[in-house]
């Protein structure tokens, strides 16, 4: 079998990388011999045309550079300012500017020529996320036949909100150019096929592959997981683990973890919880929300407004209802080690997973995965996570109803022992059955079938790259 070729925008670091996505795809790295490829830790001033090597670790890593304004224009502007919001459903916080176009544009040229140089034959290429939308049509420009899959780990915008980027045609041309394009789940494949219907003329084929001109590709969800029983072991160790006075006998604890991002729904659970307790006045003392927050993308304007939004409101819980001997919200903004997390997960009775949008969130099934099975915590659960469609079992809630939210802590607080273990085994069945080992290998064995199906890229060579135009209307 050929070499796996992943590549993302950063490349997992250390001599053991963490995290579910690398220990998912270490083995086939391992493997085939494959390798990862990122971008390097720093920004240089002269962005090389070779591939670096990164050593250390269980298989071979290599870097491409970026120059500072690459990172800011490519990364913190186009992915991030740009993209992020779009395909998060806040078109009102794009900001359209040519030169973010540019650089992305001319970075994925740059990784694709020199993904190029190392390229053999038989080898099979996952490119993830969409900083690297465009990577397949360029690798094409370039002669590569290989199959070429790509997964989006956020939501793919609706027809309606990609009309909101100047080249959402362009971008669906990009993704045709795919064999295989995994996103999280069934809502995001109908946004997907309607916008590449509507705005790039794709069609939907009987044997379910989209068709524009001579190329065709297959649009399928891949919801992805987590090492399901590598982390329910390390909750059930690191509980014993947990700090004297985390755990209450007389107090429950409701848990949130989020990166400190706009689409988590931070300001809207933690008004909901302020909510709950001006309504529920018997659960003074006897309720706290650990809130875990670590910074990320500062220096993107959207994430400074977000900080200290959260920093007034939580403030402003905490000003009206704390006491000398309890503290409604404590707020972390910063990392935790993975193991206390886990930890943490288990001491929790009730998991606050509201985002507002999002493509799966892990979280969700962490916390799952984390829980006592003879003393379950009790899952609420955002209907706009994509995990919401495997989690049924969840207390599934609007995030913008704060009076719903608060109604439903309720409820979960007070939750009987049978329900929380009969909702749980559902939910823990599901995270296992589909855990991030399933999940690679899934995408692996359908982007072996959909190049089968695929049209010969021999007969798509000789057809020219339809360029569409560069964005105008620089904000
Ligand atoms: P994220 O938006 O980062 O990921 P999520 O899926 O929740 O969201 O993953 C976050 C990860 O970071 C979890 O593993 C969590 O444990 C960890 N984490 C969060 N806060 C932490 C803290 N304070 N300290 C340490 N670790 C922390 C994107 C998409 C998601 C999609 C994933 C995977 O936005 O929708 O689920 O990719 O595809």
Known sequence: MGRLICISNRIPLGPNPSGGLVVALQDVLERTGGIWIGSAAETVEEPAETLTEVEGGPFRRLSFDLSADEKENYYAGHSNSMLWPLFHDRADLIEIRSEYYDAYRTVNRRIARLVATILKPDDRIWVHDFHLLPLAHELRALGAKNPVGFFLHTPFPTPLGLQAMPYGAELCHWLMEYDLVGLQAERDVVHAV??????????????????????????????????????????????????????????????????????????????????????????????????????????????????????SLSGRV???????????????????????????????????VTPLMDGMNLVAKEFVAAQNPDDPGVLILSRFAGAAEQMEAALLVNPHDEQGVSDTILTALTMPRHERQERWELLMAGVQAQDVHWWSEAFLSALDGAVEGAVDRATQAEEPPQEAEAPTGAA
């Open 194 to 311: 309607g916008g590449m219907q509507l705005l790039g003329g794709a069609e939907l084929q009987d044997d379910g592959r989209m068709r524009m001109g001579a190329l065709s590709t297959r649009i399928a969800a891949f919801p992805i997981g987590i090492d399901t029983d590598d982390f329910a072991r390390l909750a059930a160790t690191q509980f014993d683990l947990l700090p004297q006075g985390i755990v209450k006998p007389t107090r429950q604890m409701m848990i949130g973890v989020d990166r400190l991002d706009y689409s988590k729904g931070l300001p809207q659970r933690f008004r909901a919880f302020g909510t709950f307790l001006e309504r529920n006045e018997e659960w003074h003392r006897h309720v706290s929300l650990l809130q875990i927050s670590p910074p990320t993308r500062e220096g993107v304007k959207a994430y400074d407004a977000i900080r200290d939004e959260l920093e």
């Open 318 to 352: 905490n000003g009206r209802f704390a006491d000398i001997t309890w503290q409604p919200i404590r707020y972390i903004h910063r990392p935790i080690p993975r193991d206390t997390l886990a930890g943490l997960y288990r001491a929790a009775h009730v998991g606050l």
